[in-house]
C-alpha cells in the first residue's frame, strides 16, 4: 500500500510528469485521477486490462488495485486528494463506478488539463482549501457523465401531454 504525503494544511495534490516504466500493482490510502495527455501502453484495474491512449482517465479509491506499463514514454496529470477533499457524493457515485477507466475527446481533456492548471498552482493564487477543492469538482464534474455506474437508475414512463 502506498501512503499519502499530503501536508496537514493539503487534502490535494497535484502533479504534471512523464513516466518511463512499470509500475506494480499496488494500494493506496487516498483517491487519485490519473490523466493521460500523451503516451501508450498498459493499464491494469482490478483485474481488467486497458489500453493507455491520450484522453484516458483512471479514477482509483483506495479499494482500487491498480498497476501500468508504458510503451516508450507517458506525459500524464496526476491528482491525489484524500476523501473530505471533495463533496461526498461525487466519491459515492466514483466508489461506484463499473469500470475505473474512460477515454475522453481533445475538448473535454483541454479543458480539463486548463482546470488542471488553476488547481496545480491554486496555493499561488489563494491558500484557501475550498477554491482547490471547488477547482477539483469542477474537473470531476467535466468527466463524471462518461462513467457508468453499477447502481441501476430507475426509469420513468414519459409524460403525456394533454392539450384541450
Do not use: W
Not at 120 to 140: Q, V
Request: glycine share 4%; aromatic share 12%.
Amino acid at each position: 500500500i502506498v501512503k499519502n504525503s499530503f501536508s496537514s494544511k493539503k487534502n490535494i495534490f497535484t502533479e504534471e510528469k512523464e513516466l518511463k516504466a512499470y509500475c506494480s500493482p499496488h494500494y493506496h490510502d487516498f483517491y487519485e485521477i490519473d490523466i493521460v495527455l500523451e503516451g501508450d501502453g498498459i493499464s491494469e484495474c482490478n483485474g481488467e486490462v486497458f489500453p493507455i491512449k491520450k484522453g484516458m482517465i483512471t479514477f482509483a479509491s483506495p479499494e482500487d488495485l491498480h498497476s501500468y506499463r508504458i510503451e516508450g514514454n507517458m506525459h500524464e496529470i496526476n491528482i491525489q486528494f484524500t476523501y473530505d477533499a471533495v463533496d461526498t457524493s461525487l466519491i459515492s457515485f466514483l466508489s461506484n463506478v463499473k469500470n475505473n477507466v474512460i477515454y475522453v475527446d481533445d475538448v473535454v481533456l483541454y479543458s480539463i488539463y486548463s482546470l488542471f492548471c488553476l488547481l496545480h498552482t491554486s496555493d499561488d493564487i489563494t491558500a484557501s482549501k475550498e477554491y482547490s477543492s471547488r477547482l477539483l469538482e469542477c474537473i470531476i464534474l467535466s468527466f463524471k457523465d462518461k462513467f457508468k455506474t453499477d447502481t441501476v437508475k430507475e426509469t420513468k414512463p414519459p409524460s403525456v401531454l394533454h392539450i384541450p
